[in-house]
């Protein structure tokens, strides 16, 4: 329901002007036309005005919404809040004149000054006296969201914030995005918006991201697919060019004005209903607001260029979009942030941020990941310089004790293990040997770049019975003996099932052969039948389900070169 307040102290404000007014009017009739949750909620505008020569955010005479009028808790919080005032110049003394309580500093002066959204889901720690009243008011959780208005012919990059809505309610999680979902859709029905961050388009004036855009979609579609992420998307920095920060705390110092911005994403849909699906409040959140530099491990990786994993984000406290969207699914869901340039747009930082189910081995899935990066994302490199693929180190957040334990990874054999405290100096990246040859496998189109990727995770169950008769039952082996072709020559060696992947395999095969690349790969399955491998997924199910006649895995190498010849021949 919709509500407005009238009072005889008009004298007390200056007069609103027609935009003031024409702004009103838009957050009235939005609140109006939204369909809210059947929870208990209050929403309300906190506008800018003028009183006394004070430049201040009041709700006082502003448009309302509350899930039921006649709640006296609700009734109780909305009139408290007009009697606070936020103030949003230069002064810090309460005049005595003035009938209003002004507070300095908290999360509405800091949403509208910082033009973020400002997330409150545990106030006890905030010293401002109208939160404490929205928790005595049984409002938990609350939400302070920047409005902006421009002109149909302005650029978004030039509109400005005209208030902050607040959303006050008992709801958690899933909940609130929905209401910021609504909130969104209803203010853009009416000229008014978020700062929807798809919208601030940065990258129109950065030459040549569209390059590194498309490149980077399609990077993130194949990595989602070939190894099961719930979650991959990239963050760009942003400047904002907005006012001065201010802290939505009293003790804070002000922040950066540089933020971070979703550039794109790859969400999987679980049409199963899977609990993972909780995740999709998150993506949508990234899709609306931007994140503050430092903030979140992307944020953090954004900022130091540190690679960072955590097994269980559901305990990050950090980060606002996470918690706001937070769920107990969330518990089960492992995080790794890089941090990478592309030789396509110079010194732009590209933040990818990778989210996948707890459960996964992350001693394979880590190289494994960084291994299908360089293959798709051939112009890009880390922002320390080093190339994707090589040894690498990366900081552990362990959530229990608040601490980060740095490990390295070595994508060649896939093993990760912590490092010794005197090696915190040591570079994130380390460059290979400068003798050794990098090839990049060229970039194929769409329709081939599917073929040979994971389209069975680990938990795969094969159900043809024609697979089950003629192939063997390899849960219990512990290492697999490979023999693989190449021209005349023939040569065989064994790996363990736990590190057999397609790094491993062609490590093996340019030991000890001289094999020129590009050159392809391929095994005898259990029809007899020779397919491409060049995936970890596919050395799995080539281990799963060979012949059970056999006692090793056959290969076969071509040179790509020798095979363009006798094409053309």
């Known amino acids: 329901m919709m509500a407005e307040d009238k009072s005889t102290e008009d004298n007390l404000y200056s007069i609103v002007d027609d935009h003031r007014r024409v702004i009103q009017e838009k957050i009235k009739c939005a609140f109006m036309n939204a369909s809210w949750l059947h929870t208990r909620w209050l929403i309300q505008f906190w506008a800018p005005v003028s009183i006394g020569g004070r430049q201040l955010l009041t709700s006082f005479r502003q448009p309302v919404a509350l899930s039921n009028h006649g709640d006296p808790l609700l009734q109780k919080y909305r009139l408290l809040s007009q009697r606070y005032a936020y103030s949003i110049d230069d002064h810090v003394n309460q005049e005595e004149d003035n009938p209003m309580i002004i507070l300095i500093g908290g999360p509405v002066a800091a949403a509208f000054h910082n033009n973020f959204l400002e997330v409150v889901l545990e106030a006890n720690h905030l010293e401002n006296p109208l939160v404490h009243s929205a928790l005595e008011c049984k409002l938990a959780s609350s939400l302070f969201i920047p409005v902006f208005y421009c002109h149909p012919s302005s650029e978004m990059k030039n509109a ?17 995005v929905r209401v910021l979902n609504e909130l969104k859709n209803a203010l853009e029905r009416v000229g008014l918006n978020m700062f929807h961050v798809q919208k601030c388009r940065p990258y129109k004036t950065i030459r040549s991201l569209k390059h590194a855009r498309d490149e980077i979609e399609e990077a993130l579609a194949i990595v989602c697919q070939s190894h099961n992420l719930i979650l991959a998307q990239v963050w760009i920095p942003y400047e904002n060019e907005s006012h001065d920060h201010v802290s939505s705390s009293l003790r804070d110092t002000q922040m950066e004005q540089t933020t971070a911005v979703k550039l794109i994403g790859c969400h999987t849909v679980f049409d199963d209903g899977d609990f993972l699906s909780s995740i999709t409040p998150y993506h949508d959140t990234c899709d609306m607001f931007p994140l503050k530099m430092g903030e979140g491990l992307v944020g953090k990786t954004l900022q130091t260029y540190e690679t960072h994993f955590c097994r269980n984000i559901g305990k990050l406290s950090d980060n606002r979009l996470l918690m706001l969207s937070l769920s107990p699914a969330t518990n ?15 010194n732009l930082d590209y933040g990818f941020e990778l989210l996948w189910h707890q459960s996964r081995n992350y001693h394979i899935l880590l190289p494994s990941l960084l291994i299908t990066l360089k293959r798709f994302l051939p112009s890009f490199t880390f922002a320390c310089g080093a190339k994707l693929g ?38 994130l990246l380390r460059e290979k040997d400068s003798g050794r040859e990098e090839t990049l496998i060229p970039k194929r189109k769409l329709s081939d770049q599917f073929i040979g990727l994971a389209e069975f995770s680990e938990d ?23 023999k693989a072709e190449y021209g005349d020559d023939l040569i065989a060696f064994h790996l363990p099932v736990s590190s057999a992947t397609i790094v491993a395999v062609e490590k093996q095969i340019s030991d000890r052969c001289e094999v020129n690349r590009p050159y392809k790969l391929e095994y005898l399955d ?19 389900y060979r012949n059970e006649n056999s006692s090793h895995i056959r290969l076969r190498v071509t040179n790509n070169c020798l095979i363009q010849m006798r094409r053309s021949e």
């Open 390 to 427: 090589d040894e690498f180190s990366f900081l552990a957040v362990d959530n229990s004790e608040g601490n980060m334990i740095r490990c390295s990874c070595n994508s060649n054999g896939n093993k990760l293990s912590p490092l010794q405290s005197n090696t915190s100096s040591t570079p």
């Open 160 to 176: 400005s914030c005209v208030g902050v809505i607040e959303c006050s309610t008992i709801s958690t999680g899933s909940d609130l």
């Open 332 to 346: 089960n869901v492992s995080c790794l942030t890089i941090c990478l340039k592309s030789n396509h747009t110079g």
């Open 526 to 544: 259990y029809k007899n039948a020779w397919i491409l491998m060049d995936e970890d997924a596919d050395v799995r199910f080539c281990i799963k």
């Open 460 to 482: 795969y169950s094969y159900t043809s019975s024609s697979c089950s008769s003629n192939c063997a039952k390899s849960p219990d082996i512990v290492s697999v003996m490979f």
